[in-house]
Every structure is written in structure tokens, then in C-alpha cells.
């Protein structure tokens, strides 16, 4: 009784002998009377009387409308409909980046393909909403500063495909703990990764061997190792290891990573290897080299891939730095000690940076000689 009482007072509602609910309007045009009507696709009243309101605001705010202009009304609601049916997945967003580089164009293309595949297959263009961007960054496994870069291409990506979001939907909280893991490497974990490692010794990506024998022996960043040159190794009576900028492909993280180390027995034995037939200027590694990553870049997947395949959880590369300081601060090493190997600064003590650069030779090579006991 109620919504046929409902039903007269709005007699622009038609329910039609389907059931599916239309629009009509009464139009009287040059003493001619016409009666336009819009499918509203739907049998369920309530919804069908919100979108008949809505059309009816629209022509009501018009001073005697036209054929056209009730026509137009109702192009740009199918046009709004049509929008919210359009499933994600059936957006070819290469369409939409036609103005953008080859290499932009892929990253734009990356992005949305990577968010609309963690979606479900029914997932609508209008339907999307902060959770499902919530739940495509819990998918993510970069740096904090590409899921960054990520969410400033999602946005992009829903502007030009004509979809007005939310931006706060796309803001990172910034967060207080490091990006790289905390945990170090365990002495299990890096037999398993050294012996994993162990058949590319005389192969063409030997890099493969040496680097995390290196970087276990010595707590050295990935990049510090892998830009190292034959000029940066000293195999003396007090053999060292210079680790600097001092060619325009190198870079440190600060002024502090600018250090020498001094060279245990198993890290002369590697660096012997490496240096051999080869020249002052030549590189350890041969490794390719980008302005962004450094060397770093192919190791850095690699060695991220391989500890996922050994089922090794929550560590990188860089926990191998921390499985050296993590060995030096068990075994008693002061730490100031500890930042001078490093390359750290220490905080605000004034003792820790008068003593940074004053440990002698053998102090450090004892301290270093601590962490080599086991595997090499």
C-alpha cells in the first residue's frame, strides 16, 4: 500500500510489466506532447526512486527544457552507469598513456596491472574504494620510497581513465622503524646461503660467490663491495681495504662509510682471488652500473630471490651487515670500535667520535678476526 501511494505521488516513476523501473517525463514542446523515458535497470523501488529524484532535480533546475536537454540528462546518467558497470580488469590503461614515454608508459602500466590483479575479477572502476588500495600495498614488497612512487602512479593512472578519487587514499604513513629488516642473519641461515652460493666460484657471475663472503667478513653495504677496484685493495704486510668515493661511479651513504679496514687471512684469500691478472683501475666485479642503484642493482635482486627460494624470512643482504655488527657486539667489541668498522657515526658522544678514527691496525684486525671463525 505504501509504495503504491509512493508510486502516484512520483509519476515520473514507471514500473513496467517486467518490473524493471523507468523514468518518464512529461514534455509539452509547440503544443506538442511528448513523454521521454530512461530504463533505470532496476526492480528494487528504493533504489529506483533515488536515481528518478536525481533526474528529476536535474530537469526541474532547468527553465523550460528542451527534447535535448531531457535527452542529454539522460545520456549523462547511462554514461554514469555505464562507468560504475565497467569492471577494472576490462580498462586497457595503455590507451590513457599514449602521451607518455615507452619507459613511463611501463611503469604506469605495471602499477595498475600489479593493483587490478590483486583485486577480485568483479571489481568495478566506481566500486573501488581506500581498502582495496589498502589491500593491494600489503602486496608490495619494495622500499617505503618506491610504494611512494607506486601510489603517485596509481593515482595518475585513475585520472586518466576520468575517475575522481580520494587522495588521501593514496598517502603513506611515514614510518618511524627502518625500511630495511631488523633481524641479522643466523649462523644457520648463512651456511645455507654460503653453500647455496658455492658452485659459482669460477663462473661467469662469480660476484655470486664472493659478495656475501665478503660482506660476512667484513660488514660492508652491497654496494660499497660491488663498486670496489683493484686499486682499493692493499695485500702489504698490513693488508686493507679502502672503502671510498673516489671515482665518479662511487658513492657512500655519508661521510662516515669513507673508512679502511684491515684484511683478516680468509678475506686475503678472497681478494688475492679477485685481483689477480687484473689491473689497478679495473673492477672486481663485473657488475652493471646504474646513476640510481650503483652496482647494486643485479645483486640486489638476485640475493633477494635466492634467500625467498631457501625459505630464509625477513632478512636481505643487508642482514648480513647485521649479522657482523650483532657477532662484534656479542663478542665484547666496544662499539665505538664497532661504528669505526661500520663506517657509523656515533650519536652524540663526544668519547665515541674523538676514538672513531684512532683504533690502530691491530685492534681492528683482532676485533674482525672474531667474526671469521666457522666458515671460511
Same mark, same amino acid.
Given at each position: 500500500?505504501?509504495?503504491?501511494? !509512493?508510486?502516484?505521488?512520483?509519476?515520473? *516513476?514507471?514500473?513496467?510489466?517486467?518490473?524493471?523501473?523507468?523514468?518518464?517525463?512529461?514534455?509539452?514542446?509547440?503544443? @506538442?506532447?511528448?513523454?521521454?523515458?530512461?530504463?533505470?535497470?532496476?526492480?528494487?523501488?528504493?533504489?529506483?526512486?533515488?536515481?528518478?529524484?536525481? *533526474?528529476?532535480?536535474?530537469?526541474?533546475?532547468?527553465?523550460?527544457?528542451?527534447?535535448?536537454?531531457?535527452?542529454?540528462?539522460?545520456?549523462?546518467?547511462?554514461?554514469?552507469?555505464?562507468?560504475?558497470? +565497467?569492471?577494472?580488469?576490462?580498462?586497457?590503461?595503455?590507451?590513457?598513456?599514449?602521451?607518455?614515454?615507452?619507459?613511463?608508459?611501463?611503469?604506469?602500466?605495471?602499477?595498475?596491472?600489479?593493483?587490478?590483479?590483486?583485486?577480485?575479477?568483479?571489481?568495478? +572502476?566506481?566500486?573501488?574504494?581506500?581498502?582495496?588500495?589498502?589491500?593491494?600495498?600489503?602486496?608490495?614488497?619494495?622500499?617505503?620510497?618506491?610504494?611512494?612512487?607506486? !601510489?603517485?602512479?596509481?593515482?595518475?593512472?585513475?585520472?586518466?581513465?576520468?575517475?575522481?578519487?580520494?587522495? $588521501?587514499?593514496?598517502?603513506?604513513?611515514?614510518? %618511524?622503524?627502518?625500511?630495511?629488516?631488523?633481524?641479522?642473519?643466523?649462523?644457520?641461515?648463512?651456511?645455507?646461503?654460503?653453500?647455496?652460493?658455492?658452485?659459482?666460484? %669460477?663462473?661467469?657471475?662469480?660476484?655470486?660467490?664472493?659478495?656475501?663472503?665478503?660482506?660476512? !667478513?667484513?660488514?660492508?653495504?652491497?654496494?660499497?663491495?660491488?663498486?670496489?677496484?683493484?686499486?682499493?685493495?692493499?695485500?702489504?704486510?698490513?693488508?686493507?681495504?679502502?672503502?671510498? $668515493? $673516489?671515482?665518479?661511479? @662511487?658513492?657512500?651513504?655519508?661521510?662516515?662509510?669513507?673508512?679502511?679496514?684491515?684484511?683478516?687471512?680468509?678475506?686475503?684469500?678472497?681478494?688475492?682471488?679477485?685481483?689477480?691478472?687484473?689491473?689497478?683501475?679495473?673492477?672486481?666485479?663485473?657488475?652493471?652500473?646504474?646513476?640510481?642503484?650503483?652496482?647494486?642493482? @643485479?645483486?640486489?635482486?638476485?640475493?633477494?630471490?635466492?634467500? @625467498?627460494? *631457501?625459505?630464509?624470512?625477513?632478512?636481505?643482504?643487508?642482514?648480513?651487515?647485521?649479522?657482523?655488527?650483532?657477532?662484534?657486539?656479542?663478542?665484547?667489541?666496544?662499539?665505538?670500535?664497532?661504528?669505526?668498522?661500520?663506517?657509523?657515526?656515533?650519536?652524540?658522544?663526544?668519547?665515541?667520535?674523538?676514538? *672513531?678514527?684512532?683504533?690502530?691496525?691491530?685492534?681492528?684486525?683482532?676485533? !674482525?678476526?672474531?667474526?671469521?671463525?666457522?666458515?671460511?
Amino acid at each position: 500500500m505504501m509504495q503504491s501511494t !509512493l508510486y502516484r505521488k512520483a509519476n515520473y *516513476l514507471v514500473l513496467s510489466n517486467t518490473g524493471i523501473y523507468t523514468f518518464r517525463w512529461n514534455l509539452r514542446v509547440d503544443n @506538442k506532447h511528448y513523454q521521454p523515458k530512461l530504463s533505470l535497470k532496476t526492480r528494487n523501488y528504493l533504489e529506483a526512486m533515488k536515481h528518478a529524484s536525481v *533526474l528529476a532535480i536535474q530537469v526541474l533546475s532547468i527553465n523550460n527544457p528542451t527534447l535535448e536537454d531531457i535527452k542529454s540528462i539522460y545520456s549523462d546518467f547511462k554514461g554514469s552507469q555505464s562507468k560504475k558497470a +565497467l569492471l577494472l580488469q576490462s580498462i586497457d590503461i595503455s590507451n590513457h598513456l599514449t602521451d607518455l614515454s615507452i619507459k613511463s608508459q611501463t611503469e604506469y602500466r605495471n602499477c595498475w596491472n600489479s593493483f587490478v590483479s590483486s583485486l577480485s575479477q568483479s571489481t568495478t +572502476l566506481d566500486s573501488v574504494r581506500q581498502s582495496h588500495i589498502e589491500q593491494w600495498k600489503k602486496t608490495q614488497t619494495c622500499s617505503l620510497t618506491t610504494m611512494k612512487k607506486k !601510489l603517485r602512479l596509481l593515482s595518475s593512472c585513475f585520472g586518466r581513465v576520468g575517475h575522481k578519487v580520494e587522495q $588521501d587514499w593514496f598517502k603513506v604513513a611515514v614510518e %618511524k622503524t627502518p625500511v630495511r629488516p631488523k633481524r641479522a642473519i643466523t649462523k644457520q641461515e648463512l651456511g645455507e646461503l654460503l653453500r647455496a652460493t658455492q658452485c659459482y666460484k %669460477k663462473s661467469k657471475d662469480e660476484w655470486k660467490y664472493y659478495l656475501p663472503r665478503i660482506a660476512a !667478513l667484513t660488514g660492508c653495504r652491497l654496494n660499497e663491495i660491488a663498486q670496489l677496484r683493484v686499486c682499493d685493495v692493499q695485500l702489504g704486510d698490513e693488508p686493507t681495504l679502502s672503502i671510498n $668515493d $673516489d671515482h665518479d661511479d @662511487k658513492k657512500l651513504k655519508n661521510s662516515s662509510s669513507k673508512r679502511v679496514l684491515p684484511v683478516t687471512i680468509p678475506l686475503l684469500n678472497l681478494l688475492s682471488e679477485l685481483t689477480t691478472d687484473k689491473g689497478k683501475n679495473e673492477h672486481l666485479f663485473t657488475l652493471s652500473y646504474s646513476k640510481q642503484n650503483g652496482y647494486a642493482g @643485479k645483486p640486489s635482486k638476485y640475493f633477494s630471490e635466492l634467500l @625467498k627460494s *631457501l625459505d630464509i624470512k625477513g632478512v636481505s643482504f643487508h642482514s648480513l651487515r647485521h649479522y657482523v655488527v650483532t657477532e662484534l657486539f656479542n663478542a665484547g667489541v666496544k662499539e665505538e670500535l664497532i661504528g669505526s668498522l661500520m663506517g657509523h657515526s656515533v650519536g652524540k658522544l663526544t668519547t665515541g667520535k674523538i676514538y *672513531l678514527s684512532g683504533f690502530s691496525y691491530d685492534n681492528k684486525l683482532k676485533a !674482525l678476526d672474531m667474526i671469521s671463525v666457522g666458515f671460511f
